[in-house]
């Protein structure tokens, strides 16, 4: 059994808030695939669903510690849900403590964001296609496809046909916030919070006839609310996407960096050549 301090789950988790330091962290959590209760082969692999399913449902990175059938507990992703089945990337969870809880600002942010980062780290000539951003992130095909449609309608991305084409940023990285980046992956998921006004129902007055103060003005709850959505938002719009690369950049490798250069221009290469 792998010591608490040795596993990079274990890490990963308290890195990202989602372990509680003093939790012991359970050992009999296996692969829903081969039930091995450790890091395995097909925790990377690919699984396919039947044909005529939902194409969100198909391919995806599996994390390589979950409890099986039953819920799930992943670095950065949720993709099995109470049955066992497979579930699209946007339906993530986060581990806070010794529950799971929905994210507000789903899988489906991050992989936005991930998904523009590589653009922008690319050589500049470059013009990577949804088929190389899918395997490059090991995503399925149709998800990132439908991801750089919804990036390229909020004016994000721009994409060229033919060989030679692909997908760029249609802005310097400078004037691409974060927030833009959110809003335009979240789509019409909805405001952070949204008031249900119970205010105005209590069982000590009628539910026909409730005093004035039940009724008008901002709710006190709300407004509160109404200010962390702002706050969220103005943190957000004050990163770009050049931040990222910048931060990325400067925790990373020059060899990296020339990896991700030379795995985008080789596939590149292959495309002109199938095509000749």
């Not at 653009?119 to 998800?143: D, I, K």
Request: aromatic share 6%; proline share 6%.
């Amino acid at each position: 059994m792998r010591g608490r301090a040795s596993d990079p789950c274990v890490a990963a988790d308290q890195a990202a808030g989602r372990l509680l330091p003093l939790e012991p962290r359970p050992t009999a959590w296996p692969c829903h695939r081969c039930q091995v209760a450790t890091s395995c082969a097909c925790s990377q692999a690919k699984s396919t669903t039947p044909e005529g399913s939902d194409p969100l449902r198909e391919s995806f990175p599996k994390c390589a510690t979950t409890l099986a059938r039953k819920t799930t507990v992943a670095a950065s992703c949720c993709d099995v849900n109470a049955t066992g089945d497979l579930r699209a990337p946007e339906h993530n969870c986060v581990r806070i403590g010794r529950s799971l809880t929905t994210a507000f600002y789903s899988a489906r942010v991050e992989y936005a964001l991930h998904t523009l980062l590589n653009l922008s780290l690319v050589h500049a000539g470059a013009a990577p296609s949804a088929t190389e951003l899918a395997e490059f992130q090991h995503l399925p095909l149709m998800y990132v496809r439908k991801l750089l449609t919804q990036l390229e309608k909020s004016g994000l991305v721009t994409a060229t046909e033919g060989v030679r084409g692909g997908w760029r940023l249609a802005r310097d990285p400078n004037s691409i916030s974060v927030l833009e980046i959110a809003e335009a992956a979240r789509g019409n998921e909805g405001p952070l919070f949204q008031c249900q006004e119970i205010r105005a129902r209590c069982a000590l007055w009628p539910r026909s006839d409730p005093p004035r103060q039940a009724v008008t003005g901002v709710c006190s709850i709300h407004a509160v609310m109404i200010a962390a959505g702002a706050a969220m938002r103005r943190e957000l719009a004050s990163h770009t996407l050049a931040d990222l690369n910048a931060r990325v950049r400067a925790k990373s490798s020059r060899a990296w960096r020339a990896d991700v250069e030379s795995w985008f221009a080789d596939r590149y290469k292959r495309r002109r050549r199938r095509s000749a």
